[in-house]
């Protein structure tokens, strides 16, 4: 049994979908965080090029596995289920995610929080990438988040967070058994995740982070529709709070 003195065991979820070019970068450096990172795994979403064969012979230590559907929430609710560690943190295979970032996170977590969120808005974090009109649909739906579960999120729809492993149970993720589409298996995971956390009244701590561009390719982000799947993934998780108390979640800044 891990001794509850040591440092965390920590597993990296990756979800991949035609992302060969960027894990030849992407793993390497999160590699290069061993022993600090214990586990890192790759979840492909069916691509078409060469990622998974890229991910064995970059980091043939690895895990690499494939989901089950489509989407990045069905992808990294397949990396969670078979992550070992005693955290878990979520990383975008696009190299926009800084691996460095990473100790950041586990501090908050070992301080105190139950969820470690990256944010791109308090001092020390910030973007090469993001566009006025993404900005600022963020910072809206950051607003309505805020106002239906009483957070004071800075930066909703950012994808770079870490967690407690023991806390999934809690958050009840779509089950990754079957393939017909569930909700929350596309870029609303985000959004679900943070609801939850927030209406459970776990203590969620932001951590400022450092947005970079995207290496190689396209993102498969589409900003009206994923925008309005958060919209409305905010106003269905509100209403599922409602069966149980929305309870104050605490949320407290970490600046670099």
Known sequence: MHSPIAPPLVSVVVPTRNEARNLEVVLPALAALRPAVHEIIVVDGHST??????????????????????????????????????????????????????PAFVAALRAGADVAKGSRFVRGGGSEDITLLRGAGNAALSAVANLLFGTAYTDLCYGYNAFWTRLLPLLDLPAVDGVEPRWGDGFEIETLLNCRVAAAGLMITEVASTERERIFGRSNLRTFSDGARVLRTLLAERVRARQAPVHAARTVPVEA
């Open 49 to 102: 090029d060469d990622t998974v064969a890229t991910a064995r012979r970059v980091l043939p230590a690895a895990t690499v596995v494939q989901q089950s559907r489509t989407g990045k929430g069905n992808a990294l609710a397949c990396g969670f289920a078979i992550a070992s560690g005693d955290i878990v943190v979520m990383f975008d295979a696009d190299g926009s995610a800084d691996p460095r970032e990473i």
